[in-house]
DNA sequence: TTGTATGCGTTATCAT
DNA sequence: ATGATAACGCATACAA
């Protein structure tokens, strides 16, 4: 391996002098610098970060906090999309990406002090159970942090604007001449409490009222689930004429059952899912859906929190809200 | 932030004694060990990654390569699984994961530089390019890798059992009386080339001819390239009785054209896939398919790797082929 | 069994 | 503009 020591003697020049032309200093000359920097690079050197961190406290690398309750975190595109982004964006800004977990080795560290031992600059965290003490301790930590999905009180978050794609697709669906409409919601989460929010208030405002046996509780990403709560609308006498899915991915459970069922999407049912992943454009009908951006949600917390951990004095903490867009498949039908 | 210094001097002891208590080595006294533990946990002490890889030239990191041409890397869910699965079994054993890429910020470091440059003690290599000469410096550099479904000579890899996964779903086709089976294949890689290879010869083993025009290139996770394909077997004179898709989520954009043209499955034409991902089983009818084993794959792969570089000296490289399993669906006919 | 001393590669302070 | 030197926190060879 190539230190700065080892150049140094090439060059005949001090340690300190190859650390400030490798770093770009100010307070060397031009051509010795110039003159160390080619010869670095003939002798193939490339710095040490372990070295660095030490030296400086900053090690040029962010955490990602992705954990997993229902074992779906990164199955589920949406966040699998986010981490690829952010991945993307860190290391376009020069910070590269460790997971952070809870109980690494036999060590029994919390989030907190992972994210210590591994001296990283700031922290991603996402798909998480935001209630966890531990989460909540590494939040109010002194470390950077950016959640997803998720507000914390003067802390930076991305948040998918769950109250508009909500009130868009009912809007939408209304526009079509459903009134009937039924919501097969996922596990109770700030995300849902959003989402259910503004189905109601929505739906309050279009002066339509939900019979509350139209609203089911499923679980995202879980076609099971979702299955189930379809059979229970259809035994009801009084059918709705479009379902809710928590979204896209559980929506085949429900497709599924209704085509058993023998109705046809969208002519005896309509439908609609949420997230935009690539396999609602995949089916056919093309479902009904709203996309959420999940690329920019990425990019903009790695981006967000490298902005942090680099202006650590002028920042402020800032609450993004990211819109989706609404995709109009054909699982609606105009009545 | 405490030290070893800190509790050195808190205990009355030299900081060796403090770091071999918190080690656990042997020469030390049972109870002044203990001591020392006990206060280094009152302390809030935990150890600084950093200054111990400086040290000790070892990072308890592992650097996980997972580039992406094709943008499915991650969203591939054999892949996600993969990565998962790796992830949670590197914790287990006390290691953590950290990306590695190229091109991190404007250094123009390559992936055994960047691999270097954080003190990765090991590699994991999968869904990339492996004739990109910066893969093969990786691979030949003195980093313990493992490769995933590629074989580098005396180097570790998990590969999924292709060949014979290929063969069982040939097998059980021709036993439900399929002799005209048509191949939508993926993009060319040494995996393809297995596929391929076991297709035409368990063919050829079973006595059945394929004809050229029944082998048509698609690409892996692409349902609108495998719906190109499977409407050129639709024109065909003489069509197949069953279609092998490169992978289940391709499959859909085949079963859509299929749909489309009025023919039903597994009536009108057979189709499998292959992957076994949690889709395949969601959809009805269910798909038949082989299941790759990415689960056990991801864990090995860590597995490996880190007896590999706790035990470099008896270790001896293996290529360990992963089996999976038929999954026997509903969408080959009985002939 | 315990402690002393040194160095891992880098950066930063302070002289020169 | 350049260099000497001390630290960052830890682990280890060696001395006691």
């Given at each position: 391996?190539?230190?700065?020591?080892?150049?140094?003697?090439?060059?005949?020049?001090?340690?300190?002098?190859?650390?400030?032309?490798?770093?770009?200093?100010?307070?060397?000359?031009?051509?010795?610098?110039?003159?160390?920097?080619?010869?670095?690079?003939?002798?193939?050197?490339?710095?040490?970060?372990?070295?660095r961190t030490l030296k400086s406290g900053r090690s040029q690398n962010v955490g990602v906090l992705f954990v997993d309750k229902t074992q779906s975190g990164l199955a589920h595109e949406y966040f699998s999309k986010i981490l690829e982004s952010a991945k993307s964006m860190a290391e376009k800004l020069?910070?590269?990406?460790?997971?952070?977990?809870?109980?690494?080795?036999?060590?029994?560290?919390?989030?907190?002090?992972?994210?210590?031992?591994?001296?990283?600059?700031?922290v991603i965290i996402a798909s998480v159970d935001f209630e966890d003490p531990a989460v909540i301790k590494l939040v109010n930590s002194e470390i950077p942090t950016v959640t997803l999905d998720y507000v914390f009180n003067n802390r930076t978050s991305i948040v998918s604007d769950n109250v508009k794609g909500m009130e868009e697709l009912v809007k939408y669906v209304y526009s079509k001449g459903h009134r009937k409409i039924a919501y097969i919601h996922g596990e109770e989460t700030s995300v849902t409490q959003r989402r259910m929010a503004s189905f109601y208030k929505t739906c309050a405002d279009l002066g339509i009222g939900i019979k509350p046996e139209y609203v089911i509780r499923g679980d995202y990403h879980d076609?099971?689930?979702?299955?189930?709560?379809?059979?229970?609308?259809?035994?009801?006498?009084?059918?709705?004429?479009?379902?809710?899915?928590?979204?896209d991915f559980s929506y085949i459970g429900g497709m599924n059952i209704l085509e058993q069922a023998g109705l046809s999407i969208p002519d005896d049912m309509s439908v609609v899912g949420y997230d935009g992943i690539h396999l609602s454009q995949m089916l056919r009908p093309k479902l009904t859906t709203y996309q959420q951006d999940a690329t920019f949600m990425g990019e903009e917390a790695a981006r967000q929190l490298i902005e942090n951990i680099e202006h650590p004095t002028l920042w402020l903490p800032r609450q993004i809200t990211v819109p989706g867009k609404l995709i109009e498949g054909s699982t609606v039908k105009q009545l």
């Open positions: 391996m190539v230190t700065l020591a080892d150049i140094a003697k090439r060059c005949n020049v001090s340690r300190a002098s190859v650390s400030k032309a490798i770093n770009g200093h100010s307070d060397i000359g031009k051509e010795t610098a110039e003159f160390i920097r080619k010869t670095a690079r003939e002798m193939g050197y490339y710095p040490n970060a372990t070295a020069g910070y590269d990406i460790t997971f952070i977990s809870r109980d690494i080795g036999t060590t029994g560290m919390d989030f907190y002090e992972h994210a210590k031992y591994r001296q990283c600059d700031g076609p099971k689930a979702a299955a189930i709560a379809t059979r229970k609308l259809l035994e009801l006498n009084d059918r709705p004429t479009c379902i809710f899915y928590p979204d």
